[in-house]
């Protein structure tokens, strides 16, 4: 994952330059930011059940070629020149698409890998491995969008996915059991959202999540147009906020995954969540290069500790057959809602400016995380 995740990072960064540099549109920008996470609304709840349904090996080993062919599909629209803002538009659909059942499956897989026990310090592994790419991928796209230029940051996107397709293979997981009141498709996804419903922890943090993705990360897909227009640091200095954002999260991954199982999740989980929206405040205000590296590392740190101690308390309290429904409501909040917020940030930024937007959106959710802490008291006792 670590080799793949850098070449989706340098993608992700070559892929919002070139579409801010084809069209100068901050809501054309914003869009194709809807429309790569917008099938995982739809379809990520369906990919939870197929996750508790189906081997996860073979899913995984579906989704990874598939993401694969769609970089180099875009490699080639560029290279010879004929791509086009709805090329990008399509194969953001599409990658979407795909989204919708990789990310489920490797959200539940991970603890068939190593058990409850290790679980937070997995998934303090998996984001170490995730931000350490946030890292290397923005700042390497950062010198190959000047060295070899678009083309090239997706050829390697589409090598990179041969890492994955590798270990996949190399890795040995139990076939689902077979249960012997064996649902249809719809009664087991109606099962698993009842399930949901019924736990109330569960409900809160799924809708603390919903809230982040919303409002709190738009400010990622709006970078290119505080690197280009407010900081005047081009492609370069993109690639080093971006990195900025990473080395934060994976100072905390690191730091999670040494801590391991410790106790008061909840209230770590809450002083995270509301330092992570007033940073976003602070840096949407930044007119400084320097300062906005800090805070974004602020900002990176504090995201991956809420988010990572969200997904552990999730994996720990859900029961092993709901697992894949579990967290595929967990992606459905985290990244299915997240286009939505996405195409409202472009909307916003269109008519009042990045700034007031990234601010508003960060002060939304500071409101809300204090709102929880006070009326759901109880989720300051979860250890």
């Given amino acids: 994952m670590f080799v793949s995740l850098i070449g989706t990072w340098i993608q992700a960064v070559a892929q919002s330059w070139l579409v801010f540099d084809l069209t100068k549109s901050v809501f054309l920008l914003?869009?194709?930011?809807?429309?790569?996470?917008?099938?995982?609304?739809?379809?990520?709840?369906?990919?939870?059940?197929?996750?508790?349904?189906?081997?996860?090996?073979?899913?995984?080993?579906?989704?990874?070629?598939?993401?694969?062919?769609?970089?180099?599909?875009?490699?080639?629209?560029?290279?010879?020149k004929v791509v086009t803002p709805s090329q990008i538009m399509f194969i953001a659909v599409l990658n979407g698409i795909v989204m919708s059942f990789d990310a489920p499956t490797r959200q539940s897989i991970v603890v068939e890998l190593v058990g409850k026990d290790r679980i937070l310090n997995a998934i303090a592994l998996n984001s170490a491995a995730f931000n350490s790419s946030r890292i290397i991928g923005p700042a390497l796209a950062g010198i190959f969008i000047a060295a070899i230029g678009m083309t090239g940051c997706f050829y390697i996107n589409g090598v990179s996915f041969l890492a994955v397709i590798i270990a996949l293979l190399l890795i040995r997981i139990k076939p689902p059991q077979k249960r012997s009141n064996q649902m249809t498709f719809m009664k087991d996804l109606g099962q698993g959202l009842s399930y949901i419903k019924n736990h109330s922890i569960i409900m809160i943090l799924i809708s603390m999540v919903a809230v982040s993705s919303f409002f709190g990360v738009s400010y990622a897909i709006l970078m290119p147009v505080f690197a280009?227009?407010?900081?005047?640091?081009?492609?370069?200095?993109?690639g080093m906020l971006m990195a900025a954002s990473g080395l934060g999260a994976l100072i905390a991954a690191l730091s999670l995954a040494r801590m391991g199982d410790f106790r008061r999740k909840g209230r770590f989980l809450i002083?995270?969540?509301?330092?992570?929206?007033?940073?976003?405040?602070?840096?949407a205000f930044s007119k400084s290069y320097v300062l906005s590296l800090a805070v974004l590392a602020v900002t990176g740190w504090a995201s991956v500790s809420a988010m990572s101690i969200t997904?552990?308390?999730?994996?720990?309290?859900?029961?092993?057959?709901?697992?894949?429904?579990?967290?595929?409501?967990?992606?459905?909040t985290f990244a299915g809602i997240m286009p939505f917020g996405n195409l409202v940030a472009g909307m916003f930024s269109q008519a009042f400016g990045v700034s007031l937007t990234v601010a508003s959106s960060g002060i939304i959710c500071a409101l809300f995380f204090i709102f929880i802490s006070v009326k759901y008291t109880k989720i300051w006792e979860i250890q």
């Fill in 30 to 80: 914003g869009l194709v930011g809807f429309l790569s996470s917008a099938p995982v609304f739809f379809l990520s709840l369906f990919g939870g059940v197929f996750a508790d349904r189906v081997n996860k090996k073979k899913i995984l080993l579906f989704t990874q070629n598939a993401f694969m062919l769609l970089a180099f599909v875009l490699a080639l629209l560029v290279q010879f």
């Fill in 311 to 332: 997904n552990t308390l999730l994996q720990t309290m859900v029961s092993d057959e709901f697992r894949g429904r579990v967290m595929s409501a967990f992606m459905f």
């Fill in 228 to 238: 280009n227009d407010i900081l005047k640091v081009g492609a370069r200095g993109l």
């Fill in 271 to 283: 002083v995270s969540s509301i330092i992570f929206a007033f940073s976003v405040i602070l840096f």
